[in-house]
């Protein structure tokens, strides 16, 4: 009987619900968080796209130099001054063009062409290909070896942090970029065999080494941080060693930002990279990556801007997309802490 | 009679030994004595209580008895003998062997001590892994078991949860499944109850009353709350700046108190029967800067009893009856305490 009255009393509870109770009105910025979010992802997700599939779509590989055979290359056109520095003719792949070598097509669309002739789409897209797996590569090792100093100098403490700290320092005060040419340039002339050709080893060396201290910093606080958290000594005193602790314990709670940190540090190196390029000192010539197509067009800015501009605002709203991207994971990333 | 006994994988005897034990701090402003000479011990599966104000150094000297205290700037004096292994002299190897299996702590705050983003089951099998080397599959019968044992509703379910998802009673006996996995033979309880209310409270008391009773273990319980020391332990030992001022069973200290302090931390207790809107007595000042200690008897600043000699000569830990021992000159009923007591007006001339 009882039973059945305390039943009907939850009911009617139930009946008349409080609608500010039961739906918390989203604040606005909720919604438009979300369409960040979505309109990031699909532009990112058209970016990787492009980059690991440019062979597969119906892009143009310029990069002909790397062609033994010159007829295997569909588009070698540095001798022909009509198809050089065409404006960008805003439609997708419009057919204005005659066959160039053999009777394979060549697309003039969306950007235009650049000094050798070369479609900018196509090539912007290419160019993706190294620019994101230059940025990509740097701030995982970057991360990698960042985090693991980070971890290490904020647990142990003592004289192993101030030696790594002090470290990091160092290469703190030096200028970025003067920084990162001098480990090109040291690179380069360990390989001086191949002077011509530069790999995208050293510049992501580069990125690596001017990757590590802000993320080995950054680590370093948030690990000091949750070490001396009661859980780490409950932890101990359960008997948990120094390595489990850091592994178990402290770096899934520093993960959620090294993991913004990432995201945001990975934009910021794909510019550091057209930085390096715009000096000169990326992956040469034949192999395109944003940077090196800005600063070959530099020269041509007055009378074909579409060169140097077309893969800025790429590489721009790229840059854009990966930090609002960065920005709302770390919002979702927050970790909930028990409280009350 | 003989079988029994065997099954009983604990017998009586003296579990630790602490001896003279002593823990400074090494701080720009001096040397804190935060444990200045502690001495007592305590049997397998007694239930002991530390009590004291807040900054008397009853976690140091929890956390000094395990060794869970960082060595950098640390002064340590003493000995500890766990089952008679000297434990100050140990590796921190052989130590972290003994931590959660042979002796385990459980926090004030059960809020920040459970990992904010590891499943309470994953924490939970922790020591059954870092001890037992268990296996994941392994661990999972035994936590479930833990769960229950600590009474926890749908254990399984709260595997897959994380700490903020549960109240705070729950998670702290998350925190006491944890100590318990192992199976320790002694636990340390550093103000277990401290953050939960009062309901809460009574209920994780009992809690870690039933399982030192079922599982033959001692208890070490760290509070400055005497009313949870009266009911849940058979010993008690009063702190006061770092040394210890009295010890005595728990009914004897409650009946029979010698040192002024308890005294005052006594009727600092509210009582049900004073009438409404009664001013809580307090004890006046502060505990001593443990940088540098008044002479003689550290609580004489505070103590109504205090004389020319409290000021300069410390008193020793003497003996009232066997088990119970006090540091006070004019201790509870000796006739300078009834002096004031007249004077106080708390009492007649002749009794």
């Given at each position: ?111 235009g062409t650049d000094t050798n002739g070369y479609d900018l789409f196509s090539r912007t897209m290419f160019g993706a290909r190294n620019s994101l ?208 | ?176 499944a944890m100590a318990l996995a192992c199976g320790p033979s002694v636990l340390f309880a550093d103000e277990p109850t401290t953050a939960l209310d ?154």
């Amino acid at each position: 009987m009882s039973d059945g009255w305390v039943r009907t009393i939850t009911l009617t509870d139930t009946a008349t619900p409080d609608p500010s109770y039961d739906q918390p009105t989203q604040p606005r910025f909720r919604r438009r968080g979300r369409i960040t979010i979505w309109v990031s992802s699909a532009w990112l997700l058209f970016i990787v796209f492009s980059a690991v599939g440019a062979s597969f779509l119906p892009y143009v590989n310029h990069s002909c130099d790397q062609f033994e055979n010159e007829n295997l290359c569909t588009t070698h056109v540095e001798t022909n001054p009509l198809l050089a520095e065409r404006p960008p003719s805003w439609a997708l792949f419009s057919e204005t063009t005659r066959p160039i070598v053999g009777d394979a097509p060549e697309r003039f669309g969306l950007f235009g062409t650049d000094t050798n002739g070369y479609d900018l789409f196509s090539r912007t897209m290419f160019g993706a290909r190294n620019s994101l797996l230059i940025g990509a590569l740097s701030i995982l090792f970057g991360i990698l070896i960042g985090g693991i100093l980070g971890l290490v100098a904020g647990y142990m403490g003592k004289r192993v942090d101030k030696v790594i700290d002090t470290i990091m320092n160092i290469f703190l005060a030096f200028p970025a970029l003067l920084l990162a040419i001098f480990i090109v340039g040291f690179f380069d002339s360990s390989t001086t065999t191949e002077a011509k050709s530069r790999s995208i080893a050293p510049i992501v060396i580069a990125l690596v080494i001017l990757s590590i201290p802000p993320i080995a910093r950054l680590v370093r606080a948030n690990t000091i941080v949750f070490a001396q958290r009661e859980f780490v000594l409950a932890a101990r005193g359960l008997g948990a060693k120094n390595g489990r602790i850091i592994v178990r314990e402290i770096l899934p709670n520093v993960m959620p930002a090294m993991v913004t940190f990432a995201i945001t540090g990975m934009a910021i190196l794909v510019v550091a990279e057209g930085a390096l390029a715009y000096l000169g000192l990326s992956v040469t010539a034949p192999t395109p990556t944003w940077g090196a197509m800005i600063f070959g067009g530099q020269t041509k800015l007055e009378t074909a801007w579409w060169i140097s501009i077309m893969p800025s605002i790429i590489l721009f709203v790229t840059v854009l997309a990966i930090n609002l991207l960065g920005d709302a994971l770390s919002e979702k990333f927050r970790i909930r802490e028990a409280i009350g | 009679m003989s079988t029994l006994q065997t099954a009983v994988r604990r017998e009586t005897g003296t579990l630790l030994e602490i001896e003279d034990l002593a823990t400074h701090f090494a701080t720009p402003g001096g040397v804190v004595r935060a444990v200045d000479g502690v001495t007592f011990s305590l049997d397998h599966g007694q239930r002991l209580g530390i009590v004291g104000e807040s900054g008397c150094g009853k976690t140091i000297l929890s956390r000094s008895i395990m060794g869970l205290l960082p060595r950098r700037n640390v002064i340590r004096k003493g000995s500890v003998l766990f089952e008679g292994t000297e434990l100050t002299t140990m590796s921190l190897k052989d130590r972290q062997k003994i931590w959660g299996a042979e002796m385990a702590m459980i926090f004030q705050d059960p809020m920040t001590s459970l990992n904010p983003v590891m499943k309470i089951g994953k924490q939970l099998a922790e020591p059954l892994r870092i001890h037992l080397g268990s296996t994941r599959e392994n661990a999972q019968e035994i936590v479930l078991k833990l769960l229950q044992d600590v009474g926890i509703p749908e254990p399984e379910k709260r595997l897959e949860q994380y700490a903020h998802e549960l109240s705070g009673g729950m998670r702290q006996r998350i925190m006491i499944a944890m100590a318990l996995a192992c199976g320790p033979s002694v636990l340390f309880a550093d103000e277990p109850t401290t953050a939960l209310d009062v309901t809460v409270q009574a209920q994780i008391l009992d809690l870690i009353e039933d399982q030192c009773r079922e599982r033959e273990m001692a208890l070490v319980l760290v509070t400055h709350d005497l009313g949870v020391v009266a009911g849940h332990t058979d010993q008690i030992i009063v702190m006061y700046a770092g040394k210890i001022v009295e010890i005595a069973p728990t009914a004897t200290l409650f009946s029979k108190m010698k040192m002024p302090y308890t005294e005052a931390l006594f009727q600092s207790i509210p009582k049900l029967a004073d009438p409404s809107h009664t001013r809580l007595t307090t004890i006046g000042g502060r505990p001593p800067n443990l940088v540098a200690p008044p002479d003689g008897c550290s609580f004489s600043p505070r103590c109504p009893y205090a004389t020319d000699t409290c000021t300069k000569v410390e008193p020793e830990l003497q003996q009232a009856e066997p088990g119970h021992l006090f540091a006070c000159h004019y201790p509870v009923g000796s006739d300078r305490w009834n002096e004031v007591q007249v004077s106080l007006g708390r009492r007649s001339g002749g009794h």
